[in-house]
């Protein structure tokens, strides 16, 4: 098993390394499978948010399944046990969900109304920047890549980056949802064909909303 470990406008001291190896018996406990295990610890330098100045995501890499969590706190140490434990939580989810495959499961209902959700960037390591908004939006991406590039002088960042995936179910989505703790995600419905997101509407309430194009939405009309 592989572990990463990165800082962001932080360093990462040995002792936390050695920390962070001696905790990770909890996550191959309930994954064995478990690759890679990637850690991203972020310093916010603002310090009228110093009780949430350190931030540590973590990301597990089991087979095709990734697992995400991560929670912020006044050090790395104390965030890094929020997390974990978030994480360890989804890792019970995951392996309960391949179990309840085998006996049989009854997928979550969904809205499909269209109910518009709003869309936020993945936070993902960056792996290059543009000179632009425009050139970040605009420019091509190879798979796993990303841009980002600040506005001017103001604090807003606009993250890209190219995801390739196999098409799923909405069930499915919704899983993968839950898996790395976002209140969104996005896919490819196979059963449309169409760019979908998944949602968290209220309460046990999830939405899903599709994307076409005019063009696409007629020639449909015309073979029906």
Known sequence: MEIVITGRHTQIKQKFRDVVE???????AIAP??????????????PRLADTA??????????????????SSADMYTA?????????????RARD????????????????GP?????????????????????AVASELAPGESVEVQVGDTPIVIRRKLHIAEPMSIDEALYEMELI?????????????????????HGWSYGVFEIDTPENVKDLEKKD
């Open 33 to 46: 499978d478990t690759q890679r295990i990637q850690i991203v610890v972020s310093h916010e330098g603002n």
């Open 115 to 135: 109910v518009t959700p709003a869309v936020d960037v993945a936070e993902e390591v960056e792996d290059s920047t543009m000179d632009s908004p425009q050139a």
């Open 22 to 28: 001696s905790k990770m018996n909890r996550v191959t």
């Open 54 to 71: 350190q931030r540590v995501e973590i990301t597990v890499i089991a087979g095709s399944t990734v697992i995400r969590a991560e929670a």
């Open 80 to 92: 890094l046990d929020l997390a974990l434990d978030k994480l360890t939580l989804r890792l019970r």
């Open 181 to 201: 703790g976002h209140d969104f995600f996005l896919f490819v419905n196979k059963e449309t064909n169409r760019p979908s997101v998944v949602y968290h509407r």
């Open 97 to 112: 969900r391949r179990k309840d495959h085998r006996k049989g499961y009854t997928p979550l209902p969904v809205d499909e």
